[in-house]
Nanobody, 122 residues
Framework: QVQLVESGGGLVQAGGSLRLSCAASGRTFSHYAMGWFRQAPGKEREFVAASSWSGNTIFYSNSVKDRFTISRDNAKNTVYLQMNSLKPEDTAVYYC???????????????WGQGTQVTVSS
């Protein structure tokens, strides 16, 4: 079992930055691919970014590529999502997730955090 706790969400103006953190506990963190998804009101959950356990394979959605950066510190059991040049359409609840393989589909991930709210004002 893996427990995931997100933090770092909040309210920011358009063009600003936030860094989300996801602290993992339980089974060996470094064995898991980690990802971030988000869900805006009235919309389906969508993929944002993901990293393999080694960090050598990284995926981004087209909507955040070149603005967001996923990274992980296996020694601290933590994965980060640095979000720059934020836009109002980035407003959503952001979820951290862990799974055995890295991918863009939610079905490959086994564990999910509770989510952290990110609100970007125009």
């Amino acid at each position: 079992q893996v427990q995931l706790v997100e933090s770092g969400g909040g309210l920011v103006q358009a063009g600003g930055s936030l860094r989300l953190s996801c602290a993992a506990s339980g089974r060996t963190f470094s064995h898991y691919a980690m990802g971030w998804f988000r869900q805006a009101p009235g919309k389906e959950r969508e993929f944002v970014a993901a990293s393999s356990w080694s960090g050598n394979t990284i995926f981004y959605s087209n909507s955040v590529k070149d603005r967001f950066t996923i990274s992980r510190d296996n020694a601290k059991n933590t994965v980060y999502l640095q979000m720059n040049s934020l836009k109002p359409e980035d407003t959503a609840v952001y979820y951290c997730t862990a799974g055995r393989v890295v991918g863009k589909g939610s079905e490959v991930y086994d564990y999910w955090g509770q989510g952290t709210q990110v609100t970007v004002s125009s």
